[in-house]
DNA sequence: CCAATGACGACTT
DNA sequence: GAAGTCGCCATTG
């Protein structure tokens, strides 16, 4: 398989700060590259490899955290996000819009 | 080879 | 603004 668009993905993923979050349509818009749908392909793969990525701070663009379910346990991928300072309630980030972070900020903008 | 299936998102009603 | 529809693209049946 080619890996270059997975470490595409997690050279993203690594850079996001702690406490924020963003969205696999960001990430995929930020690469030019791929889905949304891939972005969260890529991100399941690294999981299974236990590869050290911040997978929890990628949620989709309503700030749901519908990836909770590939984590070791359902409830994994919210206790990530509360112990580094985000508030979750429901499956869903607290004040998303203002925790939201787009790679293009990695850059410097 | 064709159909269904997702850690999704933009667009239309 | 919530709900439904369609596009997306690798993987799986």
Known sequence: MNTTYFEAVYDVVRV???????????IADFLALGSARMVGWALRQSLDEALPIPAHRVVNRQGELTGRLHFSTP?????????EGSMV?????????????????????
């Open 75 to 83: 409830t994994r991928m919210a206790e990530l996000l509360i112990a």
């Open 16 to 26: 996001i700060p702690k406490g924020r979050v963003t969205s696999y349509g960001a």
């Open 89 to 109: 309630e429901d499956n869903r980030v607290v004040e998303f819009k203002t925790r939201y972070w787009h790679p293009r900020e990695m850059l410097g903008i």
